[in-house]
């Protein structure tokens, strides 16, 4: 596998139920990110982990808890979820900060719909 | 608060023809612009990636011009094609992390 990869690609679940999204970069990246695209609105950053300390919470709801155990793969748990939640969930990765010059690279995304 | 804006919304083309796409942003303040490519129901690709140094960046039929004290980008694509359908989407960054995309412009090539 090269590049950012998530899985699952399709996830359906209730309001009540707890599911994990997964995301896993094979660039020697340091950077992970997740973002939120709902229809009619922009890419919406929602967390930002560096070397696997979270720096940005994009004023998230905590049935969102991100977590980093590496600089590779990245999670997103989720908990009693609202039906407003369902979004394509994009995870990305960078060397390094795009202070410093670096490109963002999006994985497919996972497809959540929250009944 | 960074705002980016890409007009037009959607756009239809022959096949062939140069188009030009937009974006604009309100943050003049940034420290680089990248353009994405966005399939139906697909993640993004990276296309270019243009630093605040730089004035313009091509790849292959693209080319993308920045104009930082404007708060303007275009992206400028030669003899599209059919293939090149897709959504574009416009994202600057002002802080070490973050980007601020634009809505994106849906782009047609009809053979």
């Known amino acids: 596998e090269t590049g950012v990869t998530q899985t699952p690609r399709h996830l359906v679940m209730g309001m009540t139920n707890k599911k994990s999204l997964k995301c896993e970069q094979h660039?020697?990246?340091?950077?992970m990110y997740w973002y939120k695209q709902s229809a009619k609105k922009p890419l919406e950053l929602m967390f930002v982990?560096?070397?696997?300390?979270?720096?940005e919470n994009n004023s998230v709801p905590s049935r969102f808890s991100p977590e980093c155990p590496n600089s590779s793969h990245l999670f997103l748990h989720l908990h009693t979820l609202q039906p407003e939640d369902s979004a394509l969930y994009l995870c990305?990765?960078?060397?390094?900060?795009?202070?410093?010059?670096?490109?963002?690279?999006f994985g497919p995304g996972t497809r959540l719909t929250v009944l | 608060k960074q705002e980016v804006t890409q007009i037009p919304a959607a756009l239809s083309v022959p096949e062939g023809e140069n188009l030009v796409l937009n974006c604009s942003f309100t943050?003049?303040?940034?420290?680089?612009l990248q353009w994405f490519r966005q399939d139906p129901g697909k993640g993004l690709t990276s296309l270019l990636l243009?630093?605040?140094?730089?004035r313009e960046q091509t790849s292959g039929r693209l080319n993308a011009s920045l104009d930082k004290s404007s708060g303007r980008s275009t992206l400028y694509i030669a003899a599209s094609q059919p293939g090149d359908s897709a959504t574009y989407l416009c994202?600057?960054?002002?802080?070490?992390?973050?980007?601020?995309f634009g809505k994106g412009t849906s782009l047609l090539v009809t053979p």
């Open positions: 994202a600057v960054s002002n802080s070490g992390y973050a980007l601020n």
């Open positions: 243009i630093q605040s140094s730089q």
């Open positions: 982990y560096n070397f696997k300390e979270q720096t």
């Open positions: 660039l020697g990246h340091n950077a």
């Open positions: 990305a990765s960078s060397l390094g900060t795009l202070q410093a010059g670096n490109e963002q690279f």
């Open positions: 943050d003049s303040a940034i420290y680089n």
